[in-house]
């Protein structure tokens, strides 16, 4: 079963915080209001990656906005902003996932050039090396400028720009990674900015370390309210500047100190893959926030018994004294894939027929291109993008009749005519195998070891008469 597509983006793109405060999000200041209402039962920050456009879709929810963000990174429009780019939205939303932003930030986790890249395109994971900091790249990166092969191939041609979470080891995981060639720069007036906590602070030379790499400080200015004076081990901070000739230190040109994630008190929605998991204490962690379970939480598409170590959460309530009261957690774990064309579109009702199978798009779908084409106007951002006879790759969530998408990538096309799916078998016969109401004709090949009920692998094609077949035996 191929799954490269995933190497490029991915579902409802992981969505975090960081320990000790903002890293992946601009702080402060006003950056977008909408002018629509909604009836929104909740009002507070939203924090999370960009998995669509035509306003801002993050965390499931569809944020009118006035088309700004405020950002010192080089970004100041919605139209700047990129797919994996994690953005903190003050605002409120409803739960038939429609909200008004009346704030958006971004800021770049990371930015600068490229020591190392690894990539492994069977696991879909990989490694950069930048300004002394390691960052994990997973199946839920989304690229733009190069794919995550070429950085391999060639890391000292690309400097990037990454938006992800700093975890609680002082290692990164991107969320985004936009890359551009050596010796071009991403419209923001420093060269490099790196996040993390002081260590080794020498107030006399005016340096510290971060992870190991070393910033110089002298000729600094503080940002916003932020003193230079305030410096001290332990403290979370950010710092723009450029590298010195040897690229070994970070003459650092402007620092500040890392933003609060959410306010007190504050109404608040994130999601992430569970980590810390701690049954007896009713705890766990979403990249470096603190997630309490209540005895009032209620869950969705998940049970408390389903919560482990690796679940992919979305949880909402109340932000108090570093904590994140749950009141919502709501599962959202994908359990079948389908490569496939497009056979018909359905723009009113956002559905895809896909080799014979009905693939629903909902407000948190990742919609992507398999391209690395930095230009937006080339690359799929909705449905209105698709067109019949398009191949595509989705991953989702198998409902009784239909595929509800987490991610629809457009490919450019296939070796053969064989489609491919993986999913729970419906209905077994003496002459077809039936999944999601899609009824695939045996075609003399067998099914051997599967039973209603389990997942299987299955490759097949369409015949002139319109029927589906096997193209291969089925077996566990």
């Known amino acids: 079963m191929k799954r490269n597509g995933l190497s490029k983006a991915i579902q409802l793109v992981m969505v975090g915080t960081l320990v000790g405060?903002?890293?992946?999000?601009?702080?402060?200041?006003?950056g977008s209001s909408g002018s629509s209402n909604t009836s929104a039962n909740n009002e507070g920050t939203s924090v999370g990656a960009v998995t669509g456009?035509?306003?801002?879709?993050?965390?499931?929810?569809?944020?009118?906005t006035d088309g700004s963000v405020n950002s010192d990174d080089g970004i100041s429009r919605e139209d700047q902003l990129e797919k994996g780019m994690v953005l903190k939205i003050k605002g409120d939303w409803d739960d038939r996932g429609e909200g008004r932003a009346d704030a958006i930030s971004y800021d770049d986790t990371l930015r600068g050039p490229l020591a190392s890249a690894s990539w492994d395109a069977v696991a879909s994971t990989g490694q950069l090396q930048m300004l002394g900091q390691t960052i994990a790249l997973t199946n839920q990166t989304v690229f733009r400028g190069a794919t995550p092969e070429q950085l391999a191939a060639n890391?000292?041609?690309?400097?990037?720009?990454?938006?992800?979470?700093?975890?609680?080891?002082?290692?990164?995981?991107?969320?985004?990674?936009?890359?551009?060639?050596?010796?071009?720069?991403?419209?923001?007036?420093n060269e490099a900015?790196?996040?993390?906590?002081?260590?080794?602070?020498?107030?006399?030379?005016?340096t510290f370390t971060i992870n190991g790499f070393k910033v110089d400080y002298t000729s600094a200015v503080a940002d916003d309210d932020f003193s230079l004076d305030q410096l001290k081990n332990g403290l979370g901070v950010e710092v723009e500047g450029e590298l010195n000739g040897a690229g070994d230190t970070l003459i650092a040109l402007e620092i500040d100190e890392e933003d609060d994630f959410f306010?007190?008190?504050?109404d608040v929605e994130i999601s992430g893959d569970i980590y810390d998991f701690d049954a007896a204490a009713g705890t766990f962690r979403i990249n470096g926030v603190l997630v309490k379970l209540m005895a009032d939480t209620e869950y969705d598409d998940i049970s408390a018994g389903s919560l482990e170590n690796g679940v992919f959460v979305k949880v909402e309530g109340d932000f108090r004294n570093n904590t994140l009261e749950a009141e919502e957690i709501e599962g959202r774990d994908g359990d079948a894939e389908l490569d496939g064309v497009i056979e018909q579109i359905d723009l009113t009702n956002e559905i895809l027929m896909v080799s014979g199978v009905k693939v629903q798009l909902t407000a948190s779908t990742l919609i992507d291109d398999d391209d690395s084409d930095d230009d937006r106007r080339d690359r799929v951002d909705d449905i209105n993008?698709?067109?019949?006879?398009?191949?595509?790759?989705?991953?989702?969530?198998?409902?009784a009749d239909y595929l509800e998408a987490f991610t629809v990538e457009r490919e450019d096309g296939d070796d053969d005519d064989n489609f491919e799916l993986e999913a729970r078998v419906d209905a077994i016969s003496d002459t077809s195998v039936t999944f999601m109401n899609l009824e695939i004709l045996l075609n003399g090949y067998s099914v051997?070891?599967?039973?209603?009920g389990d997942e299987a692998e299955v490759e097949y094609n369409k015949t002139a008469g319109g029927e589906y077949q096997l193209t291969e035996s089925i077996d566990n």
């Open 21 to 30: 405060g903002l890293t992946a999000c601009g702080g402060g200041g006003s």
């Open 53 to 64: 456009f035509g306003s801002v879709y993050v965390n499931g929810t569809r944020f009118k």
């Open 155 to 189: 890391p000292a041609g690309y400097n990037v720009r990454v938006s992800g979470w700093r975890l609680d080891d002082g290692t990164f995981r991107a969320s985004y990674v936009g890359a551009r060639l050596a010796g071009s720069d991403f419209g923001d007036m």
């Open 193 to 206: 900015e790196l996040e993390g906590v002081v260590q080794n602070l020498d107030a006399v030379a005016q």
């Open 263 to 266: 306010d007190d008190n504050d």
């Open 385 to 399: 993008a698709f067109a019949v006879g398009d191949f595509v790759e989705v991953e989702g969530r198998q409902r």
């Open 448 to 452: 051997t070891g599967i039973k209603v």
